[in-house]
């Protein structure tokens, strides 16, 4: 469990590194959605992909296995993550503000 929380973080890392580059131009709402859009995959294209790929496999469920560890952890990372993306978001909105409107 340990071991998936730690790629998860080092996914988020990493997509907010790059996605904060003055040469991608995305803006701190963008940036937003590329962290939690890109790392984030759910059960319900997850389990019949591998259903499909993995059709009679007598071992399916534990084929299954990681995704059902790893999509929670996902969840619990997200939610624990919301609070500071936020004040991160609004920094960035409001040191992107022009001059006298505030």
Do not use: N
């Amino acid at each position: 469990m340990l071991a998936v929380f730690g790629i998860q973080c080092s996914l988020l890392l990493l997509t907010f590194v790059i996605s904060t580059r003055k040469f991608v131009a995305f803006t701190a709402a963008d940036t937003v959605a590329v962290i939690f859009c890109s790392t984030h995959k759910s059960l319900t294209l997850g389990i019949p992909m591998l259903k499909i790929i993995y059709h009679g496999d007598p071992h399916l469920s534990l084929i299954s296995l990681p995704l059902l560890v790893y999509h929670p952890t996902q969840i619990l990372l997200g939610g624990s993550l919301v609070p500071y993306v936020r004040q991160w978001m609004q920094r960035e909105q409001h040191r992107k503000l022009p001059l006298g409107t505030i």
